[in-house]
């Protein structure tokens, strides 16, 4: 009976999956829909939970509380040495607020980058995901920001070769905390529409400073940035705020530490 439940579970969510899809712009292909047997999706939560225990949002005893499960039994299921129950995997979905359609395999949408109408739909998302999230999910999009198509394809990429095969295009909200440094230019809760596929430091026009989303924990901050005897300078634009340093570690880029460049910010009115 659990088993059945649950593939009604993974049967609904491909057809939440697929409307959500159909509605942005255009039907999807039934080639690229996602297709995920129970051992898959098994391994898609293991996955899904180191991702977030690597990136610093969850720990091994935090879900053990969440959970009620012990550390070891966690571990083990972490580092493929047991299997997880129905049962088990249902209290961990519902700790992480996740869902079924959360693990099924990732669909790039071409639509979004080149909507029909000429317009494209880029997702709102928040800062954790804009982050650390390759592809973006339809659970994650918080609201869709629509832009001319012929202005993001006009915009030029300077990516490393990992930041390729990322979403390209995501936007977030600025809290009205994060503005003041910024100000006039970032005003509280603006919208800025971040260039994942530029995390590069070179200027993108020579006689102006890149504004970046820059990573600092989970959240982002908006500054101008310079890299210098390997630490990253933080510059606000507004002078009445301090300069601020994030220590680079040896083996790690400067261009990890940037969400993208932000290449439209929405001020409210």
Request: hydrophobic content about 45%; some cysteine; charged content about 20%.
């Amino acid at each position: 009976m659990r088993l059945f439940l649950y593939f009604v579970k993974y049967v609904n969510a491909l057809i939440v999956l697929r409307e959500e899809m159909r509605q942005d712009f255009v039907s999807l292909p039934a080639a690229n829909f996602p297709q995920m047997n129970f051992t898959q999706m098994h391994e898609h939560l293991r996955l899904e939970l180191l991702r977030r225990i690597q990136r610093g949002t969850l720990s091994v005893s935090l879900l053990g509380r969440q959970t009620g499960f012990g550390q070891a039994h966690l571990s083990n299921f972490l580092h493929s040495r047991r299997q997880l129950s129905l049962e088990a995997m249902d209290r961990i979905l519902a700790a992480q607020h996740l869902t079924v359609a959360d693990l099924l395999p990732s669909v790039q949408r071409p639509e979004r980058l080149s909507g029909s109408d000429g317009v494209c739909a880029v997702p709102v998302v928040s800062h954790a995901v804009a982050l650390f999230e390759p592809v973006i999910r339809p659970t994650v999009i918080q609201s869709l920001l629509h832009l001319p198509a012929a202005a993001l394809e006009s915009v030029h990429s300077r990516a490393s070769g990992a930041r390729r095969a990322w979403e390209r295009f995501v936007a977030v909200r600025v809290a009205a905390a994060d503005a003041p440094p910024m100000e006039p230019l970032l005003l509280p809760e603006a919208i800025a529409l971040i260039d994942r596929h530029y995390n590069s430091l070179l200027p993108y026009r020579p006689d102006r400073a890149n504004l970046y989303a820059v990573r600092q924990g989970s959240h982002l901050t908006f500054r101008y940035v310079d890299f210098i005897a390997s630490r990253l300078v933080l510059r606000p634009h507004n002078l009445a705020f301090p300069v601020s340093v994030i220590e680079v570690d040896p083996g790690e880029s400067p261009s990890e530490l940037l969400a993208g460049r932000v290449a439209l910010i929405l001020n409210e009115l």
